[in-house]
């Protein structure tokens, strides 16, 4: 049977991750640093890896009676080096392992280490690709624009009709677990929304849909057809056509803005059937006024040139401000 401390884990762990999450590679090197012919088995770096990422620890800490309740120098020490490690473990999974009070825990992160728990922000996977044709799109709308205000964006998406539920609001104050639930099916009714955005104002929203009002897939048929029959109609003195790049949400200001909002929006008197909630989508449209309008095409303007700057890549100024 294998016996190894916990220093010999920890250094197959480190290597691990160094190295592309490669069990092989950690062993190559565990078997360089000790000078032995023999390493780890993959069943054992497994399992440490998964006890690591669970405990923040490479072995079991043997708990003697109620967690400890010190914020000593040694006891500080131990903490700041189990963050080093695993610097996204929970606080109860934290204070599990290293055997220590959940409120001492919380206070020597914030009040001795100083530290804050940042949430990871979720932004749209960029190809090697993308990377160009962003930072050439901020160049031509920079270059070609002294502001954006006569520039119509238009973009896509869809509302289904249960697909909204912030499980941060869904709280229910009992004595006991009411085990409620919400139920999500697996294909919730849709509408496929059509929008523009200017700095004068929405237009639409036109939906998607055959003659008996059922959403339906956009092919270059229909969105054609909601150009010639819709959208022209609707304007006067927009012109001109820059390509967006793909996958930019954060350069359109339907992405960015509006479908959040709305979304924030139409299903807070919870509409039980696609006619409310697309009423509830024209009343919200409705309601967002030209200031509002003028303040999100404005902002562009900073997520271009940051665009610039950071050649493309992800806009870190933007995202880590929330």
């Not at 624009?145 to 119509?152: D, Q, R, V």
């Not at 639409?204 to 008996?212: A, I, K, V």
Request: proline fraction near 4%; include cysteine; charge should be positive.
């Amino acid at each position: 049977m294998e016996q190894y401390s916990g220093t010999h884990r920890a250094f197959c762990v480190r290597a691990y991750y160094r190295n592309g999450n490669s069990i092989v590679t950690a062993q190559r090197l565990y078997r360089a640093e000790y000078r032995t012919r023999h390493a780890p088995s993959d069943d054992s770096i497994r399992k440490w890896i998964r006890m690591f990422e669970n405990t923040g620890a490479t072995v079991r800490i043997q708990n003697s009676g109620r967690p400890r309740s010190v914020r000593d120098e040694e006891t500080i020490a131990e903490v700041e080096a189990s963050v080093r490690q695993n610097p996204s473990l929970s606080i109860r999974k934290r204070s599990q392992a290293l055997n220590i009070k959940k409120s001492s825990l919380h206070s020597i992160l914030k009040k001795d280490l100083h530290l804050k728990a940042y949430k990871i922000q979720l932004v749209q996977e960029l190809k090697d690709t993308d990377y160009a044709n962003r930072l050439n799109f901020a160049n031509e709308m920079l270059q070609r624009f002294n502001n954006f205000n006569n520039i119509l964006f238009s973009d896509e998406a869809n509302f289904h009709l249960n697909g909204h539920v912030n499980k941060q609001n869904c709280r229910y104050w009992a004595v006991e677990n009411p085990r409620r639930k919400h139920e999500r099916p697996l294909h919730s009714p849709k509408v496929v929304v059509w929008a523009a955005m200017s700095a004068k104002g929405i237009i639409g929203p036109y939906f998607h849909e055959d003659q008996r009002g059922r959403a339906i897939n956009v092919n270059s048929d229909r969105y054609c057809d909601m150009l010639r029959n819709f959208l022209v109609p609707e304007l006067q003195e927009f012109a001109g056509n820059i390509n967006w790049p793909p996958r930019s949400p954060d350069l359109n200001p339907l992405d960015y803005f509006a479908w959040g909002y709305l979304k924030s929006k139409v299903y807070q008197n919870n509409p039980t059937n696609l006619t409310q909630l697309k009423q509830n989508i024209r009343s919200e449209m409705a309601a967002i006024s030209t200031a509002m309008c003028q303040r999100v095409i404005a902002n562009l303007c900073s997520r271009l040139e940051e665009s610039q700057q950071r050649n493309g890549h992800h806009l870190d100024n933007i995202i880590f401000s929330k």
